[in-house]
Structure formats: structure tokens, C-alpha cells
């Protein structure tokens, strides 16, 4: 049997993640244009390449139990073809016959016969059992853990996402579930060049929920759209929509300067959006991003607006200060987008959110240095992880006096956003990636 041209390009998405640490969502695209793919092929190399990545833990499990051994002693090689394997006998409506064969044949092309036999008969265990049967199989029994096992996220993960649901913890199956499926496509109405309604009609769209500027796309490549490829309009997901926009909506002591800080910028969507608003009342946007190549970004997202991108650390700027508003979107886990990538809930551990808090607490710091009395900082986050978000925020109000607005106030419309004064947006509940913002005024 012939290798397919489809599962191959998956495999080698599985390869670039598992080898160089490589995006899922970088690699594919480059080599579905290089190999013509394109269509229902593009769309099932996509489906095959995604899923594998994002339900890694789970297809480990039933491999490991297929194997006979740990998947840490199966080449890496191997193991690509398994997941690819396992994944479309599991998680796709492909017929296990032709689960089983594309799979032999990947292995018979790259290692020859006797490695071929292996993944034949690892798949033909695999496919004993549904993919509910293996999760009762092979999920601990603790309810958290099961959870996560069924939908593939590490048990440290989901228990982050039961602690920062509190009270309502019971909704952790529905939001693991709905940050498992494939997002939507959020575009942002550029404010000044083309209205959401507008944007909507142009591009086949439908208005968004919550965003006056958002617009939601069921498919398809939005580059190749006229209103982004002129810049009318830029993918961005709803929820960093509002986190700008509940910047502008807060409530200042004494009038806007105009001076209006990002001091996260990179890699630029958040800082457009408030450009474009500044833009209308002929006020000023400074852009910090410490990274060369995100500076360009930003550059590239904001070159007609009033928007100054500063090449610089955001905890030792050297701005003047003085603004009357700035956004702290801080670097973070991204445990609130983990769906738009699918191998990093893989990536991260809890280390990782150790490290980061230092981070963002200084930058916090930072931004309170640069704000006038009678400013405001949104502080945001695209993860719900406690220490990142209400802890950061308590540790700050308590330092320094910081009088804290009720910021489900600035999302006038949206439901369902926590108990406040911060607020919190879920998949689950919004659609939108898992943002976190809290408005902070300084006291005059």
C-alpha cells in the first residue's frame, strides 16, 4: 500500500512538534502549500495533525498499554505514527481498516517490515476498545484526573481550571470539552474603517456576541480575505477584543490626556485595536515590546495608526510617565488559549507559572510607576490560573492602594464574567479564550 499524501503531512507536523519543539499551527500551513493540499485533503491533514497533538496524553496511555511498555521506550519515529494511528482510530470516524493500513504503510516506507508489524499490532489493541471503553480503562478515579484524561489536559491543568472556577467547578467538564474542540475564527472591525455589520456581510460572517467590532468565521483561510488583506479588518480572538476596549471604557479621575501606554505589546493585535480608537480622538498609543521580531509585529499591525513602538523591557522602559491609561497584557501560561495551540498544554509545567508571576508582578509595578494619579491599568491575562491573575492583583492593591473598579462594568452586555470586581471569560461559557482583566486606578 502506498503512503497517503495527507497522513504523511500529519506525521510530519507530529515530527517538527515532538523533534524541534515546533507550533503546530506554523508548520502546517507551509507544508500544505508546498505539497498542493488543499480542500477536504487540507482539512483532514489538519483535523489529523491538531488532534494528534492536542490528545496527547490519552493516545500515550492507549499506546502504553498497547506497547506492553512506557512510550518513553518507543522511538520517537515510531511513536509519530502510533499517535497518528490511534488518534484517527479514537477520535475520527475513519474506518479502522484504513486507521490500521495508512499507519503500516508510514512504518513499512520509513523502517521497513519488522517495525511495521509493531504498529500494526499496537493499533489492532487500540482499536479493541472505544475511546469511552479506554477511559474507563485507563483514567485515575479521582474526578479531576478522569476529566482530564477524557479530555486530554494534564491533571495539573485541569486542577487549575477547578480552582479557578470555585463554586461552580462542576462546569470543569464542559470547559475542558469545549477548550478540546477547534475554535471558532474571531475578526476584528478595524474602528474608523469598517463596521462589524459590514465586515459580516463582506466576509459571509456573523456578528459577534459580546465585541461591537467582533465578527465569527465558521472556516476557511481569513488571509485570503479582501478587508484583512487591506487591513480594514485582523483575526483576533473576542475576547482580546474586550480586554482593550474595557481599557477605553474605564473611568478616569480627571480628563484623558490622550497618552495611552500597551505595555505588552507583541505581537500587536490588542495594540491596533487601541490605536484605531485613539485614532478617532487624535490621541497617542506607546508600544513596548522587548523582542526585535515582535517589535516588527507590532510595527506591521499598527503602521497607519497613532501607534509608537518602543523596542524596550516593559519593567525598565525609560518612558516618561504621566499616561492616563495602560494595558498590562502579561506574559503568561496561556493556559486560556491552550485550543488555538494544540501541543502547548503539553509544553508547560508548573514551573512554569513560577517563574512568570515574578514577571508579572514587575511589569504590574512598572505600570503603576508610569500612570498618572486618577489612571487606570488593566491588568489582563490569557490564563485563569489563580497565581497569575486575583493573586497578582491582591498583592498589588495591598502594596499599594490601588482603588480596584468593578471591571464587569466595562464589559457592558456580557454575561456570566465571575463575581468581580475582576472578570473572567471562559470557552465554556463565551466562546472566547479564557482572558482574565482587572481594572486598577491610582489614587489622587
Not at 35 to 63: M, P, Q
Not at 130 to 151: H, I, K, M, Q
Not at 303 to 321: A, E, K, M, Q, Y
Amino acid at each position: 500500500m502506498s503512503v497517503d499524501p495527507v497522513r504523511e503531512v500529519a506525521l510530519e507536523v507530529l515530527r517538527a512538534v515532538r523533534e524541534r519543539d515546533a507550533y503546530a499551527n506554523l508548520v502546517l500551513p507551509g507544508l500544505l502549500r508546498d505539497r498542493h493540499i488543499s480542500g477536504r485533503d487540507a482539512a483532514l491533514a489538519t483535523e489529523l495533525a491538531y488532534g494528534a497533538c492536542r490528545t496527547k496524553g490519552l493516545l500515550d496511555a492507549v499506546i502504553a498499554h498497547g506497547a506492553g511498555r512506557s512510550v518513553d521506550e518507543i522511538d520517537g519515529p515510531l511513536l509519530d505514527i502510533l499517535r497518528l494511528g490511534v488518534y484517527q482510530l479514537l477520535r475520527t470516524r475513519i474506518g479502522a481498516h484504513a486507521a490500521v493500513d495508512t499507519s503500516v504503510a508510514l512504518a513499512r516506507a520509513e523502517f521497513g517490515t519488522g517495525k511495521s508489524g509493531f504498529v500494526n499490532a499496537v493499533l489492532r489493541r487500540a482499536g479493541e476498545k472505544s475511546a469511552e471503553e479506554w477511559v474507563e480503562t485507563l483514567a485515575p478515579v479521582d474526578p479531576v484526573g478522569r476529566l482530564a484524561f477524557e479530555y486530554a489536559h494534564p491533571a495539573w491543568i485541569a486542577q487549575a481550571f477547578a480552582d479557578a472556577l470555585g463554586e461552580r467547578a462542576g462546569e470543569l467538564g464542559d470547559l475542558l470539552a469545549a477548550d478540546d474542540e477547534r475554535p471558532v475564527v474571531h475578526l476584528v472591525a478595524r474602528p474608523g474603517e469598517i463596521t462589524a455589520e459590514e465586515l459580516a456581510l463582506v466576509t459571509g460572517g456573523e456578528q459577534g456576541r459580546w465585541s461591537p467590532y467582533a465578527v465569527y468565521l465558521e472556516g476557511g483561510d481569513p488571509g485570503r480575505l479582501e478587508p484583512v488583506r487591506e487591513g480594514m479588518a485582523a483575526v483576533q480572538d473576542e475576547g482580546s477584543q474586550l480586554v482593550a476596549l474595557s481599557l477605553t471604557r474605564a473611568p478616569l479621575e480627571g480628563p484623558d490626556g490622550g497618552r495611552w501606554l500597551d505595555l505588552c505589546a507583541g505581537p500587536g493585535g490588542k495594540a491596533a485595536l487601541l490605536g484605531a480608537l485613539a485614532a478617532i480622538d487624535r490621541f497617542q498609543v506607546d508600544a513596548v515590546e522587548p523582542a526585535e521580531h515582535r517589535a516588527e509585529l507590532v510595527r506591521k499591525a499598527t503602521h497607519d495608526l497613532p501607534v509608537r513602538v518602543h523596542v524596550v523591557d516593559g519593567r525598565d522602559s525609560g518612558l516618561g510617565p504621566g499616561y492616563d491609561r495602560i494595558l498590562v497584557d502579561a506574559p503568561c501560561t496561556g493556559l486560556g488559549a491552550l485550543r488555538r495551540r494544540p501541543e502547548a498544554r503539553w509544553r508547560r509545567s508548573p514551573a512554569d507559572v513560577r517563574d512568570l508571576v515574578v514577571l508579572q508582578r514587575e511589569l504590574l509595578t512598572a505600570a503603576w510607576d508610569l500612570l498618572r494619579p486618577g489612571g487606570v491599568v488593566v491588568y489582563s491575562t490569557c490564563s485563569p490560573h489563580l497565581a497569575e491573575t486575583v493573586s497578582i492583583v491582591a498583592d498589588h492593591v495591598r502594596r499599594t492602594g490601588a482603588v480596584e473598579l468593578d471591571t464587569r462594568e466595562l464589559l457592558p452586555g456580557v454575561t456570566d464574567v465571575g463575581d468581580g470586581p475582576a472578570a473572567q471569560l471562559w470557552p465554556h461559557r463565551h466562546g472566547t479564550d479564557a482572558m482574565f482583566m482587572a481594572a486598577l486606578r491610582k489614587p489622587v
